[in-house]
């Protein structure tokens, strides 16, 4: 009996090991086991491959920190080799994948940055856009070492606008160069609170969008900039055009303002492409007049191909000073019926040659236009001025003659002024003894020979002989130098 159970023992063992064999014969081949596909994450510097990764197909991946293998400045990883959108860490990769670094060296910032700008704050309305850049305007260099900082502290009040720029001056004119407008703001609303907004731009992108103030206060700006990083806008060479990936401004708000606003009207003036050659001309013939919130432009005559807008001044109420404003009425302004006399969403265009009254409501921000009937008073345009005694229009050798080819073109050969000999054209009907118009300081073009903004009368600065050139549709008077 003991022999028998030992023998039928030995034999289930046999049986179940044979059927262990047989099930594990019956399994997966190696070769047909699923294999995981897996991509390639590359990291790139520029040109330069800093890393390369084979990761699981469909999988998310963590942001490599590449401070250990580059000693340049890292601002992050972006999607392309523009650098225009940050590389999103959250989706899986699904196939091959190159990831952009963000990237700049050191380089010592010599420029000299400052705020110019508009509005009713001290700093800005004098500013005037950047006319004017006293040692206020400027801001405070606090560089280290490693890193180009500049700081400054201004007061503010909602709606004004501003930029930095590195003023370009010369003994002949003065310029924005390398601005840093919209946006290079960190943070323009903090804790839910509007403290910037993107402003107006004549220029095209952000990079030259003014920064728009919404909240009053106390504001301390700190700009951080990286010149190695910078480069030009369509490969210009122009500075205007200067951008940075790597630049910016941040804030703190201080608390509220150290100044009382200034009281300020806003005053807009038609500018364009033949009437104004897109100078900034205040005058007669290119103000609109502020009565109860309405601004009105009459009886302007204007050509269908020229192409104009409406930009503004601000003027100091207490002091009638005058800077230049920062809103604007274009096309988009204008009433549904006033768009079939005047084509255009931003620059306008009349769609027939004539005479327009334009009226605008400044708190709707609608401009209505209307087609009118209107004979201007008759008269010839004289010399005058005070180097002949203010007898110009008694004298018809101080006639301006008219052009034969452009009826808007009245011409005087050469007069000769001394130092603050002052001139201007008078508009005089001779046959009435009446005096029409009287076109001076705010009708002259610029012109750095006569100081223009001592009153009503041009006064030349430099003695010598101009020519003369006066345009009856613009209402621009043009003083050379003569050869």
């Known amino acids: 009996m003991k ?190 609170v509007e403290y910037f907004s993107v402003g107006g731009s004549l220029g095209g992108d952000n990079s030259t969008a003014n920064i728009t103030v919404a909240k009053d206060g106390k504001y301390e700006f700190v700009l951080t900039t990286y010149p190695k990083g910078d480069f030009q806008k369509d490969g210009t060479t122009n500075l205007y055009d200067n951008r940075s990936y790597y630049d910016k401004i941040t804030y703190t708000w201080l608390g509220e303002c150290e100044e009382v606003r200034a009281e300020v009207e806003t005053i807009f003036y038609m500018k364009g492409a033949l009437i104004t050659g897109w100078g900034d001309y205040v005058n007669d013939f290119t103000a609109l007049k502020n009565d109860n919130g309405k601004a009105t432009l009459a009886n302007v005559y204007l050509v269908k191909e020229d192409e104009f807008m409406f930009a503004s001044k601000n003027k100091d109420v207490a002091t009638g000073t005058l800077s230049d404003g920062n809103s604007y009425i274009r096309g988009a302004n204008l009433t549904e019926a006033s768009k079939a006399l005047v084509t255009g969403t931003a620059n306008m265009k009349v769609v027939e040659d004539g005479y327009y009254t334009f009226v605008y409501d400044i708190e709707k921000e609608e401009l209505s236009v209307t087609k009118v009937e209107y004979t201007p008073k008759a008269g010839a345009y004289y010399i005058d001025g005070s180097f002949i005694e203010w007898q110009g229009v008694n004298d018809d050798k101080y006639l301006l003659t008219q052009d034969a080819e452009n009826p808007h073109l009245y011409t005087f050969g050469k007069i000769t002024l001394a130092e603050n000999d002052e001139i201007g054209i008078q508009y005089y009907n001779k046959a009435l003894n009446q005096y029409n118009g009287f076109f001076s300081a705010k009708n002259m073009v610029s012109n750095a020979n006569f100081d223009l903004t001592s009153g009503a009368n041009a006064k030349a600065k430099v003695a010598g002989t101009y020519t003369v050139t006066f345009n009856s549709y613009s209402h621009l008077l043009t003083l050379t130098p003569a050869e």
């Not at 046999?14 to 390639?40: M, W």
């Not at 650098?83 to 420029?111: C, M, P, W």
């Not at 001290?122 to 260099?141: C, D, Q, R």
């Open 3 to 192: 022999k028998g159970k030992i023998l039928l023992s030995f034999g289930l063992v046999l049986g179940t090991l044979g059927l262990f064999l047989t099930l594990a014969a019956c399994g997966p081949k190696e070769e047909d086991k699923p294999v995981d596909e897996t991509v390639t994450v590359t990291y790139k510097n520029g040109d330069t491959v800093l890393k390369e990764d084979s990761v699981k197909k469909g999988v998310t991946i963590t942001a490599w920190d590449p401070k250990s293998t580059v000693s340049d400045e890292f601002f992050g990883w972006f999607a392309e080799p523009t650098l225009t959108h940050e590389f999103d860490f959250t989706k899986a990769v699904s196939e091959n994948t190159t990831i952009f670094g963000s990237f700049v060296g050191y380089q010592k910032d010599e420029r000299k940055w400052a705020i110019a700008g508009s509005g009713t704050s001290s700093i800005l309305a004098s500013s005037n856009w950047g006319k004017v850049y006293n040692p206020e305007h400027y801001m405070t260099n606090a560089s280290t070492a490693t890193k180009n900082i500049f700081k400054m502290t201004v007061n503010l009040f909602a709606g004004d606008q501003f930029q930095f720029t590195d003023p370009v001056i010369t003994e002949d004119s003065v310029s924005w160069g390398h601005q840093r407008g919209a946006k290079y703001i960190a943070e323009p609303t903090k804790n839910d």
